[in-house]
């Protein structure tokens, strides 16, 4: 892919792969082991501009691209999959669509400070009984004296514990289905909006996933994000960029369990001999980096195509699924390679490959990635 | 204020390897970064741009692929880039370099120098005070602490077991080690559009030596001869607790009589 960087890109490369070892790697073990969210790496990242890569520079942001953005994630990936998502869900999921379809209010208030890193931002869709079948909104939303007013909860919903600003879909129209359904801009101060409880999970631990209650909670008409009924379409847009995030993140998952490997297979003698001059390591690793090279050509690809603003539901999908199959199927195939070693803390791949799961099912799980682009190519 | 810092492109590496036939450096395959004590010195230099309000020019010596330097230190936030390039320049020893870079400062002008104490390939630490000793003006080498105050800079510097405090007025030039800073980040902003700013070229139809004087030709230190140092043996790696790893390494420098028994 490097004939296709630009110079900016690949320099921006250089920063991104300096900055995840320097500031990344050494905070990997501990995010993961004791839940660690790494608030001071996030502010470093805003320090540098990490917080708004593709946004234009009078909104606060870095006047990057898409593709820088979608190297970001990768690279930090490489290190720590909780610090790639939490760039994610903020750049994609929650600035992406004030850029898209804020008001000029909503940028200057809300997509200013998100981009410049001084707040964190999440998206809020999946609900307890809203998982794959999303349009089943059970939120609600009420137009009362200038308010609309919010009753519901959400679930699953990362940086939930640490975001200021939310978008949050709820329904102002429960007759219309899907097209009754509307974003809006939360604030986490708001009055009737609290935090729920935490998830414990299997990977990206540090990652602050929580539920999210609405009683009662009041958000101001100017914070209805596009019009009412818009929320649906701009939910599955937005997901299409989240999905080259989570893909970026996928990809930067397996590449980093492919440097272990590379490293461990030189060093790890047995039968007095590194295990990396043995022909069936060879052929595992073989796959593994081809499948993996497969897979980033799927991702820069629906990079590329945002940035050219002609990316289509099916490439954001497939570069989402396959990635994300690779950095698994790559993972697992690493924990093997490392043998008792690799079933150990000792060593980072067993996190890699309970990282690399979340992959397959958030921000739509594969089996809905095969809807998406089975749906765009059988009309 | 007018901060100048020069910077010079070197290998990554701390083990450059020599070529065994023509003494030269071996480059393929070797990434090239901006020496990283010249790093030190561009954030000395962006932090009294911060505190004080300076323009910051960055300038460099070598080849035209040298140019990478340059636009990092635009990412990190320098004003001007100067690339300083010409044939004729080639093979030019420590000497020649700092009376090219001396010459290259007097036609910039300046208030305060800033070079890294040494580059990583030559070792030399030379070529920073010798541009100060070609202008005439006063010199502080291995400095780990700078503050200015109008027109005096007060320097703490690292000697092998000691540190000194000294201060001079401005103009003067300052030689830092990694100890006075951690450099700054490039800013993401900033790499977007680097690309676009303006390097100035100079070359010797601007700075004018006789090409006797500079260059290989010019250069009074001859180089006798070049050599890589032999390999070293393979190392062990040891899997176990720390523990257990004291024990492996203190039973082998026993064993080798590197420590009593």
Not at chain 1, 353 to 372: F, H, L, P, S, W
Request: aromatic share 8%; proline share 4%; with cysteine.
């Amino acid at each position: 892919m490097e004939f296709l960087l630009t110079k900016e890109q690949l320099l921006a490369r250089e920063l991104f792969r300096e900055f995840a070892e320097r500031e990344v790697k050494p905070l990997a073990q501990k995010v993961d082991e004791e839940e660690y969210f790494p608030q001071e790496t996030v502010r470093k990242m805003a320090e540098i501009g990490m917080m708004g890569i593709p946004f234009p520079k009078d909104l606060g942001g870095a006047g990057g691209d898409y593709v820088t953005y979608t190297m970001a994630v990768e690279e930090l990936a490489k290190y720590c999959a909780t610090t790639a998502i939490i760039l994610s869900a903020h750049t994609s999921l929650c600035c992406y669509p004030i850029y898209m379809w804020g008001t000029e209010y909503q940028k200057e208030k809300y997509l200013k400070p998100l981009v410049k890193g001084e707040w964190l931002g999440a998206f809020a869709l999946t609900e307890p009984n809203a998982g794959s079948d999303a349009g089943n909104q059970q939120t609600t939303a009420k137009f009362v004296d200038d308010y609309y007013i919010l009753n519901g909860s959400k679930i699953f919903i990362t940086n939930g514990g640490k975001a200021d600003v939310f978008i949050v879909f709820a329904m102002t129209d429960k007759s219309k289905g899907t097209k009754g359904i509307s974003a809006f801009i939360v604030e986490k101060g708001f009055e009737g909006f609290r935090i729920g409880k935490p998830e414990n999970k299997l990977g990206i631990r540090g990652s602050s996933t929580t539920e999210l209650i609405f009683e009662d909670c009041k958000v101001p008409k100017e914070n209805l994000l596009g019009a009412e009924g818009m929320g649906f379409k701009i939910a599955l847009q937005t997901l299409d960029g989240g999905r080259i995030g989570v893909a970026a993140q996928a990809l930067g998952i397996a590449e980093g369990a492919i440097a272990e490997v590379l490293k461990y297979v030189k060093e790890r003698k047995q039968f007095s001999k590194p295990i990396g001059s043995f022909q069936g390591i060879q052929w595992y690793i073989a796959d593994m980096i081809t499948k993996t090279e497969a897979a980033k050509l799927l991702v820069y690809n629906a990079a590329m195509k945002k940035d050219k603003g002609i990316l289509t539901s099916a490439d954001a999908a497939m570069a989402k699924k396959y990635a994300s199959d690779v950095a698994m199927e790559v993972t697992t195939q690493a924990v093997q390679i490392f043998g008792g070693y690799g079933y150990t803390k000792d060593y980072p791949v067993e996190r890699m490959m309970r990282d690399a799961k979340i992959t397959q099912i958030y921000e739509g799980t594969n089996e809905v990635q095969k809807m998406v682009i089975a749906a765009q190519y059988i009309k | 204020m007018r901060i100048l810092v020069f910077a010079k492109q070197v290998p990554d590496t701390t083990e450059v390897k020599v070529d065994p036939v023509k003494g030269t450096l071996i480059r393929d395959g070797v990434k090239s970064i901006m020496n990283p004590e010249d790093k030190n010195a561009l954030e000395a230099a962006l932090q009294l741009k911060d505190k004080f309000g300076a323009k910051v020019t960055v300038i460099t010596m070598g080849p035209p692929t040298a140019e990478a330097i340059l636009r990092e230190s635009y990412a990190m936030g320098a004003d001007e880039a100067v690339l300083i390039t010409d044939p004729l320049y080639a093979g030019a020893d420590t000497w020649v370099t700092s009376m090219i870079l001396a010459r290259t400062a007097q036609i910039i002008g300046f208030d305060l120098i800033l070079t890294g104490r040494q580059a990583i390939d030559g070792d030399t630490a030379q070529v920073g005070i010798e541009i100060a000793e070609h202008i005439g003006i006063p010199v502080i080498a291995y400095a780990t602490d700078i503050t200015l105050k109008d027109d005096t800079v007060v320097v703490t510097r690292e000697l092998d077991n000691t540190y000194e405090v000294i201060s001079t007025k401005l103009p003067c030039l300052i030689t830092c080690t990694k100890d006075l800073n951690k450099p700054r980040y490039m800013r993401i902003s900033n790499i977007f559009g680097c690309f676009d700013k303006p390097i100035t070229i100079l070359n010797n139809s601007i700075l004018k030596f006789d090409k006797n004087e500079v260059g290989l030709v010019g250069s009074p230190t001859k180089v006798k001869k070049t050599f890589t140092k032999g390999p070293k043996v393979q190392g062990t790696i040891f899997n176990g607790t720390p523990e257990e790893g004291v024990e492996v390494i203190l039973s082998k420098l026993k064993s080798e009589k590197i420590i009593n028994a």
